[in-house]
């Protein structure tokens, strides 16, 4: 059974930093790609971040771009998610997924697995 369970989250201050990590179980680790998004209340699932199955490959919402980081250990079956210079519009559930695919996939479809998700709250 494959599970994805992020930690991490919790209330911080504008200008603030958080490290969001997905422990994954279950699942070849290495022969996925992951990937991050994130629900505001009233809003749809919205693509943050992914890396590709080795880490080489990156990519980055424009919105996040600059302030976020994601990266992966194979090693620890586990994604991360660097947050720096977090926004009150950074507020959301932030959830981890993984996708059978090559690449960096970013819609919500390309992914098989995802975890349960962890709040987020920047507050101004």
């Known amino acids: 059974q494959v599970q994805l369970v992020e930690s991490g989250g919790g209330l911080v201050q504008a200008g603030g930093s958080l490290r969001l990590s997905c422990a994954a179980s279950g699942l070849t680790f290495s022969s996925h790609a992951m990937g991050w998004f994130r629900r505001a209340p009233g809003n749809e699932r919205e693509f943050v971040a992914a890396?590709?199955?080795?880490?080489?490959?990156?990519s980055h919402a424009d919105s996040v771009k600059g302030r976020f980081t994601i990266s992966r250990d194979n090693a620890k079956n586990t994604v991360y998610l660097q947050m720096n210079s977090l926004k009150p519009e950074d507020t959301a559930v932030y959830y981890c997924a993984a996708a059978r695919r090559l690449g960096t996939p970013q819609a919500p479809v390309d992914y098989h697995y995802w975890g349960q998700g962890t709040q987020v709250t920047v507050s101004s």
């Open positions: 890396v590709s199955r080795s880490g080489g490959y990156r």
